[in-house]
Nanobody
Framework: VQLQASGGGLVQAGGSLRLSCAAS??????????MGWFRQTPGKEREFAAA????????FYADSLKGRFTISRDITKNTVYLQMNGLKPEDTAVYYC???????????????????WGQGTQVTVSS
């Protein structure tokens, strides 16, 4: 599975961005794949943001982001989205999408549970 993340950019505090992660190499429909979004700032560990089960669409969020971020998927486009609203300067980071076929729900917050990673897209929120 190859993942291509896009949609990052510079936005003012309070603004919104929608990140996209296009998957290729296999069709995710009917698969047991789960897709996640993580973010990372220099010198810090990669931080879980959200995840979604491709089959059924169940979603999981970091507690700190619940209510501002929304993860979704478009089955026809093999693409996962992360809608980010009410952005804050502390949301500034490189955002990565990832895919796993083996992680159970309780492990979706762990980067080590994911087998495939996109290249990352920079999100910068100015105050």
């Amino acid at each position: 599975v190859q993942l291509q993340a896009s949609g990052g950019g510079l936005v003012q505090a309070g603004g919104s961005l929608r990140l996209s992660c296009a998957a290729s190499g296999r069709t995710l429909s009917g698969s047991g794949y789960k897709m996640g979004w993580f973010r990372q700032t220099p010198g810090k560990e990669r931080e879980f943001a959200a995840a979604i089960k491709w089959n059924g669409g169940a979603t999981f969020y970091a507690d700190s982001l619940k209510g501002r971020f929304t993860i979704s998927r478009d089955i026809t486009k093999n693409t996962v989205y992360l809608q980010m609203n009410g952005l804050k300067p502390e949301d500034t980071a490189v955002y990565y999408c990832a895919a796993t076929s083996r992680a159970i729900n309780s492990m979706l917050r762990e980067p080590s549970s994911y087998d495939y990673w996109g290249q990352g897209t920079q999100v910068t929120v100015s105050s």
